[in-house]
Each structure stands twice: as C-alpha cells, then as structure tokens.
C-alpha cells in the first residue's frame, strides 16, 4: 500500500491547516488510519487514530479538542484537520494504515501499522 500525504506547510500559531493522505489500498474500507508526528530528536508520537467504519476515533491528550480525523472512502483519502496550532505541534506528520478485520478497532501503537507515508512538515512559528 503506498501512502502519500501532503498540506504541511508554515502556519502562524493560531492558524489551521488540513493534512491529506491519498492511498492506494483497495478497498480504503477495510483498513483503519492513523497519524503520527515526530519531531527532530524525538520519538514517533501517536497523534490519532480512525478506525475502518470512521465510527471510533481517538486522540493523543494534547491535540484534543484542536485536531479531527477523518476518512473519505469513496476517494480513499484520510484528513487530519488541525486547528489552534501551536508551536509545539512542529514536526513531521506521517499518515498510517493497518489491515484489519474488526471495524471498530483503533490503535495508538505505531507497530500495529503496516504502511507509512514518507511524511509532511508542519512548522508552527509562534
């Protein structure tokens, strides 16, 4: 499955920005999604997490309430919508998939993924 996000960019603090993920997993519906960040010397951080039927979502603490996840099936496409960005959010973003059967299932574990995209930088400067 190839990955392959993009809408990263500079943004002010404050500001918003919307983060796609086109894949080419057929069919989109049978694989739940997930976003994960990393910043320079850190360690990949879960930031959320969709599960195959859209109807579960979970959120890493510090980007509650400020990010929504979501998935377009019909054009196989996940978002992350960031809004009230801060400086702290400033890192690589990657967008992951994993093959599953249950379709309510949501995980916030990096090696439960089989798929990365090559990531997209967002830089908040404050």
């Known amino acids: 499955v190839q990955l392959i996000e993009s809408g990263g960019g500079l943004v002010q603090a404050g500001g918003s920005l919307r983060l796609s993920c086109a894949s080419s997993?057929?069919?989109?519906?049978?694989?739940?999604m997930g976003w994960f960040r990393q910043a320079p010397g850190t360690e990949r951080e879960f930031v959320a997490s969709?599960?195959?039927?859209?109807?579960?979502?979970d959120y890493a603490l510090p980007v509650q309430g400020r990010f929504i996840i979501s998935k377009d099936d019909d054009m196989r496409t996940l978002y992350l919508q960031m809004n009230n960005l801060k400086s702290e959010d400033t890192a690589v973003y990657y967008c992951?998939?994993?093959?599953?059967?249950?379709?309510?299932?949501?995980?916030?574990?990096?090696?439960?993924?089989?798929?990365w995209g090559q990531g997209t930088q967002v830089t908040v400067s404050s």
């Open positions: 992951a998939c994993r093959l599953i059967p249950d379709r309510s299932i949501v995980s916030r574990n990096k090696n439960d993924y089989e798929s």
């Open positions: 997993a057929r069919p989109f519906s049978a694989y739940a």
């Open positions: 969709i599960s195959r039927n859209g109807g579960s979502t």
